[in-house]
């Protein structure tokens, strides 16, 4: 079964101050990680998806990477509306998406 | 533009009583999940329907739970009987056919059961 753990599960953050979200997995066969960005009350949001080891994206603020066995998003000088939580997803099958529990980010201005 | 739309955004009903929860996806979107989500955790992925057909469905959902795509078009799901522990958000996401994998979801249904 796909497991996917992320760390920390809570991060603080001053304004401008970057940062890194970790998102560890264990997959049988990756087809594909997915990040989410999920405010209070809503459904998450897509971000970005990575396929294969060594590839980056960028949107903004945000840049998500991917090694065989972890991703990270950076964070780069992050402001208040950054606050969020922010969820990692594996994909091993033609359909199904196994979640991590998310890392709660907390901008201050 | 018009993304995933689930209703009611919010119940409130007694245990033991039934829910339903409607989902109508996106219009081009043949693939619709069901995922349930408590308080400080991850989604957990609870059914998925390919058109009307429905190809899988958690140990997590129990015989309390059905959900029917009967046109291929919107969803519902169903718990009769309701528990506390049925006290969660109910995700609602689709897919297009030919996607690269991920999902796009709804604003959710909050359900709370007293």
């Known amino acids: 079964e796909d497991q996917v753990t992320q760390s920390p599960e809570a991060l603080r953050l001053q304004e401008g101050e970057s940062s890194s979200l970790n998102c560890s997995y264990t997959?049988?066969?990756?087809?594909?990680l997915f990040w989410y960005r999920q405010d209070p009350g809503k459904g998450p949001e897509f971000l970005f998806t990575?396929?294969?080891a060594g590839e980056e994206k960028e949107k903004e603020r945000l840049k998500a990477t991917l090694t065989k066995k972890e991703s990270f998003l950076h964070i780069t000088a992050p402001k208040p509306e950054d606050s969020a939580t922010y969820l990692c997803?594996?994909?091993?099958?033609?359909?199904?998406?196994?979640f991590g529990a998310g890392t709660t980010v907390t901008v201050r201005a | 533009d018009t993304g995933v739309s689930q209703n009611p955004r919010h119940k409130i009903t007694k245990r033991g009583q039934n829910v339903t929860f409607r989902c109508d996806p996106i219009?081009?979107?043949?693939?619709l999940y069901w995922y349930r989500q408590t308080l400080g955790q991850g989604p957990e992925f609870l059914t998925y329907?390919?058109?009307?057909?429905?190809?899988?469905k958690s140990r997590l959902l129990s015989d309390r739970f059905s959900a029917e795509r009967p046109k291929g078009s919107f969803s519902t799901l169903e718990i009769q009987r309701t528990e506390q522990g049925d006290s969660a958000m109910y995700l609602c996401?689709?897919?297009?056919?030919?996607?690269?994998?991920?999902?796009?979801f709804g604003e959710g249904s909050r359900l709370t059961v007293l």
């Open positions: 996401a689709s897919s297009p056919p030919m996607g690269a994998g991920e999902l796009f």
């Open positions: 997959v049988s066969g990756l087809r594909g």
């Open positions: 990575l396929y294969s």
């Open positions: 997803a594996v994909r091993s099958n033609d359909y199904k998406l196994s």
């Open positions: 219009s081009e979107h043949n693939r």
């Open positions: 329907f390919q058109n009307e057909a429905q190809l899988e």
